[in-house]
Nanobody
């Protein structure tokens, strides 16, 4: 059974940095496409960053140049390095996985429970 467990969220001041981690277990063939999403109160879930099996990445325009997605296959862990954080980055952040490449569409089969990021001005 696939499990995704996020960690690393917290509170930070604007301009600060955080790195989120997503440990993933049980993926049937080890080849999974993964992504980070976020959802703020009252807003729809939005794709933030995605990475394919061949390490191609895509980012939402709002985070380009500030966020970096990476994957450590040896540790079965997905990362999201976030810098120059802004108050509008405040949201619950989720990692997602699937064997299909959905990029930033919220169509993934597997989701974590989320980790909260709060950025104060």
């Amino acid at each position: 059974q696939v499990q995704l467990v996020e960690s690393g969220g917290g509170s930070v001041q604007a301009g600060g940095s955080l790195t989120l981690s997503c440990a993933h277990f049980g993926y049937p063939d080890g080849r999974n496409c993964m992504a980070w999403f976020r959802q703020a109160p009252g807003k729809e879930r939005e794709g933030v960053a995605a990475i394919s099996v061949d390490r191609t990445t895509r980012y939402a325009e709002s985070v380009k140049g500030r966020f970096t997605i990476s994957q450590d296959n040896a540790k079965n862990t997905l990362y999201l390095e976030m810098s120059s954080l802004k108050p509008e980055d405040t949201a619950m952040y989720y990692c997602a996985a699937d064997n299909r490449q959905w990029w930033l569409l919220p169509m993934y089969n597997y989701w974590g429970q989320g980790t909260q990021v709060t950025v104060s001005s």
